[in-house]
């Protein structure tokens, strides 16, 4: 039996306060560990950064609110890794301060304590509050249109119709996952009265103007950027191939119990089966959270099955998650209690042991966690001994195959260095560095070639007139991982058309190199 009853007890001020406490505490908790943090910012932290340096309605792969974001924090706090990942903390904090008065829209004070401490404490919690990543803005945006949303429900005026246009507009310029709340609203304009009521009217219409004003210049950022954003994200489905991956279904499935927590994930689907199952015997704020959980739930399933999905790619889906199970666990039987008091209690202490670990490499290495932390460390070991073969020979340019390395030689590469430059894999680019600092076709001095990817090593020779060896890198990470490079000078560079015949060519002899490698 998964539904419960409303309890609408009256508001308590000690439950308020408890909340006030809970997440300000934690949000000043993690922002000192911020400041106290050694760890340098990974590869996507850095593309973003590189793009706060200048502001935009759009960038290749991600609308532009991480970058906005980015630069209002580093103008203030300083240039450093605490300003660029400052914004994720507050963020988090807001999300969880928004589910705290959802729920007591809902239901009560109590719940609102319990949904904002599940919120913040669930395992995904631990590694978003300490990064700066897309998902950060777009949960905040999501938790504040679901906000607003209640609130236009039980007779909300104009300030809760703005407030649901301002949640949506912002909310897709930090992710486009923001398609699923739409999805959601859509739903509950099927399903639920109150929600009609409550937008198909002026204020709804203000709503919705309001969301369209905001995206709109991303949109023509889009058209004017051959639609870089969109393709990316359409790109990233990967829909080519053979369409029935089981094996990726499952893993997707696995990750959501990393991402919302084992117990929590079980429980959340066994709620939601039984809201199917019993839907018109189900209160109708029961059916409103389902309907902005299930789309975003189901759809990247199918994604996975398709062909692939990350653990994250349904993150917004725990928003409403989290208020569904928090009022599911306080009530009822006492073993729901068991659960949520548990849950939190394991989650807490995973969390601050991975904590731990992470910023003591030898315990990550007495736990074989090498390959968890290989892509934080050593970053600018690694940049200065770029730096330093760079200075062999008079280089125009050092060019990078792998956009990662590029963008973190961009943040902790010396300014002294020769300029730094893309080789493209494919006909056009298929990612921001690519399109912003790609090597010139027809450039002819030296360049020096810093490789990562061994595969692409023999095709970037046929794009030279010259192509020699130079030595190689290898940079010390945790335990026995290294990161490794091979170098080599290369001079005339004028690219082999990438057409149907070169792309199977490759294709074959990447294969066949794999193959005899495995």
């Not at 450093?80 to 705290?100: K, Q």
């Not at 489905?237 to 919302?260: K, R, S, T, V, Y």
């Not at 208020?323 to 006492?334: D, M, Q, T, V, W």
Request: aromatic share 12%; hydrophobic share 50%.
């Amino acid at each position: 039996m998964v539904e419960f009853r409303q309890n609408n007890p009256q508001w308590s001020w000690t439950w308020g306060r408890a909340a006030l406490a809970l997440i300000l505490g934690i949000a000043l908790t993690r922002i000192v560990a911020l400041a106290l943090n050694p760890i340098e910012l990974y590869a996507d932290e850095s593309q973003y950064w590189v793009w706060s340096l200048q502001l935009d309605w759009g960038y290749f792969s991600k609308p532009p609110m991480i970058a906005w974001l980015i630069r209002l924090m580093t103008t203030i706090f300083g240039d450093t890794e605490f300003g660029v990942r400052l914004a994720s903390p507050l963020l988090h904090s807001a999300t969880a301060s928004f589910l705290f008065l959802s729920a007591r829209k809902l239901w009560d004070a109590r719940t609102g304590f319990w949904a904002a401490l599940i919120y913040l404490t669930i395992p995904s919690m631990w590694i978003s509050g300490a990064i700066i990543s897309t998902d950060v803005p777009a949960m905040c945006a999501w938790s504040a249109g679901l906000y607003a949303l209640l609130r236009l429900r039980d007779g909300g005026g104009w300030g809760s119709a703005v407030g649901l246009g301002l949640a949506i507009g912002l909310g897709f310029l930090s992710k486009y996952v923001l398609i699923y709340f739409v999805l959601g609203l859509g739903i509950c304009l099927v399903i639920d009265a109150p929600t009609r009521h409550a937008l198909l009217n002026l204020r709804g219409a203000l709503a919705m103007l309001i969301a369209a004003a905001l995206l709109t210049p991303n949109i023509l950022w889009n058209a004017a950027h051959d639609f870089a954003t969109v393709s990316h994200t359409a790109a990233n489905a990967n829909w080519g191939g053979d369409l029935f991956h089981p094996a990726e279904l499952f893993e997707f499935l696995a990750g959501q119990l990393g991402i919302f927590g084992p117990a929590f994930f079980i429980v959340l689907l066994a709620i939601l089966g039984g809201i199917v199952w019993r839907f018109r015997a189900t209160l109708p704020d029961s059916r409103l959270l389902a309907a902005f959980i299930l789309p975003a739930l189901l759809t990247v399933s199918a994604q996975a099955f398709i062909s692939r999905a990350h653990a994250n790619w349904a993150g917004a889906a725990y928003i409403a998650a989290t208020l569904l199970i928090a009022a599911f666990l306080l009530r009822g039987p006492a073993w729901r209690r068991g659960v949520l008091y548990g849950s939190i209690a394991f989650h807490t202490a995973l969390g601050l042991f991975m904590t731990v670990v992470v910023v003591n490499p030898p315990l990550v290495e007495a736990f074989h966690l090498e390959n968890s932390t290989k892509r934080i460390r050593a970053w600018q070991e690694t940049a200065d001994a770029i730096s330093q073969a760079s200075t062999a020979a008079d280089y125009s340019a050092i060019v990078f195959d792998d956009r990662n390395i590029f963008h973190q030689m961009q943040r902790y590469g010396s300014d002294t260095n020769p300029s730094l430059a893309m080789w493209l894999r494919y006909s056009g680019p298929v990612n921001h560095a690519e399109q912003e600092w790609p090597l010139d076709d027809g450039h002819l001095a030296p360049v020096l070639i810093v490789s990562h990817r061994p595969l692409e090593v023999a095709k970037m020779r046929e794009d030279f007139d010259q192509f020699d060896a130079a030595g190689s890198v290898s940079i010390a990470l945790d335990g026995d991982k290294t990161r490794e490079f091979t170098l080599w000078r290369a001079q005339g560079y004028h690219r082999i058309e990438r057409d149907q015949a070169y792309e199977a060519y490759w294709q074959a002899v990447d294969a066949a190199v794999q193959a005899g490698d495995g």
